[in-house]
């Protein structure tokens, strides 16, 4: 499937231990989805410098873009920055412009411990986003996100636009049955239509449908053609609707 790629880092020991449940992965996943982005891994680390290091120097790698969330700020406990910085063997420094934005934005209550807010990964270029002094750090293809989810969000939707890709196209077939009866089916299109993702969904809380299958891919044309095979393919009375 030929489709620009992503991985979601979430860092921070209050995911992992349960203080606070998880928001940003979820709605970059629906994000990047409606852009045309295939997010391929998602991940949830501690605030640790060499986890940090380590999933980021591998997601660089792995794939086209990538969305870090939390560990930015003025506390003992943000230590992405660092994390980042020793991922691609450079040092944090403090960004003159970002530090001068900062000190605009807090006047006579800027405080000196501000300025852990002005360290970046050296090289790393200042995205413009939803506030001057609050850009977004980014460093080759990786995209720096404060983890508090509203403010995760409107620094997203910022940037959004810069990663649209060709869309994804995907049609829903409802079905009347279990899984063991359609499975044949679905493997016959699979071997038909290459290019066109399918997934096989049982449901077991509605009451108009079994399995939800989906068919998906870049290609409109591929999407539709395995659409109407499945269809024509089931026996009579399995397939409730296709969407």
Not at 110 to 124: K, N, Q, T, Y
Not at 174 to 190: F, G
Not at 212 to 224: N, R
């Amino acid at each position: 499937m030929d489709s620009a790629t992503a991985a979601a880092i979430i860092i921070g020991d209050e995911i992992l231990s349960g203080k606070f449940t998880e928001e940003n992965a979820a709605y970059l996943v629906r994000e990047l989805r409606e852009l045309g982005i295939s997010l391929r891994r998602i991940e949830i680390i501690p605030d640790d410098v060499d986890a940090i290091a380590d999933a980021v120097r591998t997601q660089s790698a792995a794939v086209d873009h990538v969305f870090t969330s939390g560990g930015v700020g003025p506390t003992h406990d943000d230590k992405t920055m660092a994390g980042i910085a020793r991922a691609f063997g450079v040092r944090v420094v403090v960004d003159p412009q970002l530090e001068a934005a900062l000190r605009a934005f807090y006047g006579d209550r800027f405080h000196e411990r501000h300025l852990r807010m002005a360290e970046v990964p050296e090289g790393a270029v200042m995205v413009p986003a939803d506030h001057a002094a609050w850009p977004v750090t980014s460093l080759r293809n990786v995209y720096i996100l404060p983890g508090v989810p509203v403010i995760f969000r409107r620094k997203f939707e910022a940037i959004r636009e810069r990663f649209r890709a060709r869309p994804f196209a995907i049609r829903r077939v409802y079905c009347m049955a279990d899984e063991a009866t359609i499975a044949t089916h679905l493997d016959a299109v699979v071997a038909a239509f290459p290019a066109v993702s399918v997934g096989s969904y049982p449901r077991f809380d509605a009451a108009d449908y079994r399995v939800l299958v989906t068919l998906e891919s870049k290609d409109t044309a591929a999407v539709d053609a395995a659409t109407e095979s499945l269809d024509a393919a089931l026996p009579a009375g399995v397939v409730v609707r296709v969407e």
